[in-house]
C-alpha cells in the first residue's frame, strides 16, 4: 500500500481564490457571508449567501471555452490549475494517460438550468443555446479539468450532496493508495447560488436570516455558499523524489450509511463513519488533535454532531479541539467536503486550528470545545474532516501531519 | 371555527391521524410531529390559506409575526397563527 500525500491546493472561495488569502480568512474568522448580488432577491426571504465574489471568467477562459462552461465548471477547473501550479508538478503525457480526476458535486450546472429555464417558462423562447447540456450535466465539471488538464485516467463525478466533495477525495485516495493510479486531481466544485435552488431551499425552512454560527445557542440556521477545492494526491514516494512541497499525508477514510432519516443527521451512522475512518487511519481516537466538522449551523447537525463525535472518541473527546469552518464560507454543499479538507490540511501544514466563526453563546447540548472565534496555535499530529450529507450519507477522511 | 377545522384537517391529514385526536391543547411534538412534518404541515396551510408562515426550524417552536413572538406548539397555537395572518392579508387588501 502506498503512502498518499496531498502536494497541491487550489480553491475558488467566499473569502478569496489564493490558498493565502482563504487561509488567512479562516484563522481570522472573516466571513463571506454576505447580501446576495448578481441575481434577483424580490422573491427572496434570505437574501444572504457566502458567494464568491470577484471571479471574473474572462480572466481565465477565451470566450469559445466559456460557452462551454457553467460556473460551477469555471471553479473547478481554475481551482485545478492553481493545485497543479501549487504541487509545482509538471504532467507528462505519460502521467496524464494514468492520472485520476475524480470530482464531487452536488447539483450540476445550476446557473445553465435557471437561465434555461427562465427563458422557456418565463420569456417563452423558442430554443434554447446549443451547449447547454454540455454546460449543465454533473459530469461538466470534472469532464472539463480533464480536457483543461490533459487528464486520461479514471475521471467521474461523485455525488452524494453534501458528502461529495469528501467523497471524492477519499475515493482518489483509495486509488493512489492501492497503486491503481500514481497521482490525482480531486476535491469539489459547486455553483447553486440560482433563484431557483434559492427558493428550494428557503422551503427547508433552515436558511439563516442574519449569518451562520456553529455549535452557538443563538444559531440561526445554515447560509448557502459556493465555490470550489481541488488537490494533488499522489504517493509520497514520488512526492519526496521530485521535491514537491507536502501539505499532509492522507491517512484514512470512512463512510457510512443512516438509513434512517432523510434529512436530519443520525449519531450513531455518524460515529460509524468517524471509526471507520480512524481504524483505517490506524490513528487512536486520543492521537487525533483537531476535528474540522461538518458544523453546519443547524440545531439538528450541530447536536447530533457533537453526539456522533462523544460516540466515536468516547472519553478523549474532553481534549478533542473541534471547529466549523461554515460561519465564514457557507454551506456549499458538493464543494463543502473539498474547502474544509483544504483547512484541514492547512491546518496541519500551518500547525494552527482555525477557530469556529460567529460563536456567541454555549449551548448546553453542544458541549466540547469548538476553538471560539480565536484561532489556536497547537501541535496537530492528526486531524479529521467530516461530512455528513441529506440522505444520512457519510464521509471522513483523517489526515497525518506531513 | 372554519379555520380551526381546515387546520386540524390539515395537521391530521398530514400526520395521518384521525382528526378527533387533536383537542386544541395537543402538542405537535406528542403526536411524533418531527421537523419534516412540521415543515409540511406550516406548507399545507401556507397553501390552503395563501399566507407566508415566518417559521424556521432553528427557530424552535416560536414564530415572529409583525415583530411578536407567537407560540407554535398546539393545535391552537397553530390556529392562532394562521388567523393573525389571515386578518393581517384581510387589512391589507381591504386598505390596497
Partial sequence: ??????????????????????????????????????????????????????????????????????????????????????AQLELTEEMALQAAAIVGNATGGQNSVDDGYYKVYWQKSPRLHPLIIPRLMSNAAVSQVSMDLGIKGPTFTIASACSSGTHAIGQAFQMVRTGQVPIALTGGTEACLTVGTIKCWEALRVLSADTCRPFSKTRSGLVLGEGAAMFVLETREHAMARGAPIYAELLGFGMSADADDITAINPDGAARAMRSALTDAKVNPEDVDYVNAHGTGTALNDKGETAALRIAFGASAEHLAVSSSKGVLGHSLGAAGALEFAATALALHHQTMPPTANFEERDPDCDLDYVPNTARNAPIQNAMSSSFAFGGLNAVLVLGRA | MEVTDDVRSIIAQSLKIPVERLTPDTRLDELGAESLD???????????????????????????????????????????????????????????
Fill in chain 1, 1 to 86: 500500500m502506498n503512502r498518499v500525500v496531498v502536494t497541491g491546493i487550489g480553491v475558488v472561495s467566499p473569502i478569496g481564490s489564493s490558498r493565502d488569502a482563504f487561509w488567512s480568512a479562516l484563522v481570522e474568522a472573516r466571513s463571506g457571508i454576505g447580501p446576495i448580488e448578481g441575481i434577483p432577491t424580490d422573491l427572496f426571504t434570505t437574501r444572504i449567501a457566502a458567494q464568491v465574489r470577484d471571479f471574473d471568467p474572462s480572466r481565465h477562459f477565451d470566450s469559445k471555452r466559456l460557452a462551454l462552461l457553467d460556473r460551477f465548471a469555471q471553479f473547478a477547473v481554475v481551482a485545478a490549475r492553481a493545485a497543479v501550479a501549487d
Fill in chain 2, 38 to 96: 412540521v415543515i409540511e404541515i406550516v406548507f399545507g396551510l401556507e397553501e390552503k390559506f395563501d399566507i407566508s408562515i415566518p417559521f424556521k426550524a432553528d427557530e424552535g417552536t416560536r414564530v415572529t409575526i409583525s415583530g411578536e413572538e407567537m407560540e407554535f406548539s398546539t393545535v391552537s397555537d397553530v390556529a392562532n397563527i394562521v388567523q393573525r395572518l389571515l386578518a393581517a392579508k384581510a387589512k391589507t387588501k381591504a386598505s390596497g
